[in-house]
Every structure is written in C-alpha cells, then in structure tokens.
Nanobody, 122 residues
Framework: QVQLAESGGGLVQAGGSLRLSCAAS???????MAWFRQAPGKEREFVAG????????SYADSVTGRFTISRVDAKNTVVLQMNSLKPEDTAIYFC????????????????WGQGTQVTVSS
C-alpha cells in the first residue's frame, strides 16, 4: 500500500504560479507517477505523468507549456510546477501511482492521495 500526501495548493491570481508536491510512503523510482485534477461537476482528468526509471513525461494539451512535472526519487516525491495559471485550472489536484506503464485513465492507477485545492482567481 503506497500512501501519498499532496501539498502546495492554495489561492493564486490568474497568471501566477504554484508548486505542488506529492510525497510517497515508499520508494517510487520505478513507478509511474501522475497528477490528475477534478473541478466541481466535472470528471477527474489527467494533467501530467512521468514514467519511472528516467522515462518520459506527458501532459494534457490544456497544460502543455505551462506545467512541468518532475520527480525527486531520493525523496520519493513528484512535483508539479504550474505557471501562467488560468481560472479554468481551478480544481482539486490529486497525485496517483501505478506500477507499470503510462496511462491517462484514472481507473488505471492503484493509489491516490487525498488531493489539494488549487483556486485561480480572475
């Protein structure tokens, strides 16, 4: 059982930046780690993911060029740097882990954090 804890959410004005972190309870260097988000009344959607063992990262079209996912394997942590934030980025952001193979489907992920609220004001 991998436990995940997100931090770094908050309220920011449009155009601003936030940095989300997700700390895992065990070594995750070989796992796929991803960020999803869910806005009120909407389905949970993929934001960004990074494959284990130095694999590639991928992004949703809506955040490409603005968000960057990175991992600090020595700290079992994945970070989402969010720049040029827009009001439509407002959502609860969740960290998720699956063991093998990248995926953009939330149902493919085995473990989830509790989420952290990101609110972008216009």
């Amino acid at each position: 059982q991998v436990q995940l804890a997100e931090s770094g959410g908050g309220l920011v004005q449009a155009g601003g930046s936030l940095r989300l972190s997700c700390a895992a309870s065990e070594r995750t260097s070989t796992y796929v780690m991803a960020w999803f988000r869910q806005a009120p009344g909407k389905e949970r959607e993929f934001v960004a993911g990074t494959a284990g063992s130095g694999g590639a990262s991928s992004y949703a079209d809506s955040v490409t060029g603005r968000f960057t996912i990175s991992r600090v394997d020595a700290k079992n942590t994945v970070v989402l740097q969010m720049n040029s934030l827009k009001p439509e980025d407002t959502a609860i952001y969740f960290c998720a882990v699956r063991f093998i193979g990248t995926s953009r489907r939330s149902s493919d992920y085995h473990f989830w954090g509790q989420g952290t609220q990101v609110t972008v004001s216009s």
